[in-house]
T-cell receptor, first 112, second 114 residues
Framework: GDSVTQMEGPVTLSEEAFLTINCTYT??????LFWYVQYPGEGLQLLLK?????DKGSNKGFEATYRKETTSFHLEKGSVQVSDSAVYFC???????????FGQGTTLQVKP | ETGVTQTPRHLVMGMTNKKSLKCEQH?????MYWYKQSAKKPLELMFV???????ENNSVPSRFSPECPNSSHLFLHLHTLQPEDSALYLC?????????????FGPGTRLTVT
């Protein structure tokens, strides 16, 4: 079935460091892909999305490119801030099941 | 208010209590979802309502009973819960037409069963 795999966390970075959180997926067809972020004590917020191959989603300095050839949607940010500390979830919309399929989440901790 | 709201934000209940969680969306969406988020476990989809009709029930125990009286409101009625039901319960909504598939989440209700 359709699935999403994220890199294991936690990821600990210093402020202004470069961030990459890897995400790969298994799905039939061309699923829409998403990154959600969950700040402490809050629900999930949609961070960015891409709906077709080679699309780049971007928001708040974060970017992710839909790579069909490698079935990946890695999240990147050039310079992280302490306020980016959160749990990040990669997800896809499964046309097979009509559901959002989430990865297990990656915790990011940014230190001053 | 805008977006998806949930009340209460925190709830502590005994195993013999009956309580309800409430979700309200102000986005004009027509599908609503309940998820359970437990520590160290993937997000679990519990129930799906589309146009106020339940279309998904993922083998959730009967001590959880959803209700969707209209497209803006969703409830989760709780009774005789177990300590392992302690978790963050998230509500989400989506607009089913238009080819977009993202869901919008509320802040969640942190439930503790004692």
């Amino acid at each position: 079935g359709d699935s999403v795999t994220q890199m294991e966390g936690p990821v600990t970075l210093s402020e202004e460091a470069f961030l990459t959180i890897n995400c790969t997926y298994t799905a039939t067809g061309y699923p829409s892909l998403f990154w959600y972020v969950q700040y402490p004590g809050e629900g999930l917020q949609l961070l960015l999305k891409a709906t077709k191959a080679d699309d780049k989603g971007s928001n708040k300095g974060f970017e992710a490119t839909y790579r069909k050839e490698t079935t990946s949607f890695h999240l990147e940010k050039g310079s992280v801030q302490v306020s980016d500390s959160a749990v990040y979830f990669c997800a896809l919309y499964s046309s097979n099941t009509g559901k959002l399929i989430f990865g297990q989440g990656t915790t990011l901790q940014v230190k001053p | 208010e805008t977006g998806v709201t949930q009340t209460p934000r925190h709830l502590v209940m005994g195993m013999t209590n009956k309580k309800s969680l409430k979700c309200e969306q102000h986005l004009g969406h027509n599908a609503m979802y309940w998820y359970k988020q437990s520590a160290k476990k993937p997000l679990e989809l519990m129930f799906v309502y589309s146009l106020e009709e339940r279309v998904e029930n993922n083998s959730v125990p009967s001590r959880f009973s959803p209700e969707c009286p209209n497209s803006s409101h969703l409830f989760l009625h709780l009774h005789t819960l177990q300590p392992e039901d302690s978790a963050l319960y998230l509500c989400a909504s989506r607009k089913e037409e238009g080819g977009t598939y993202e869901q919008y989440f509320g802040p969640g209700t942190r439930l503790t069963v004692t």
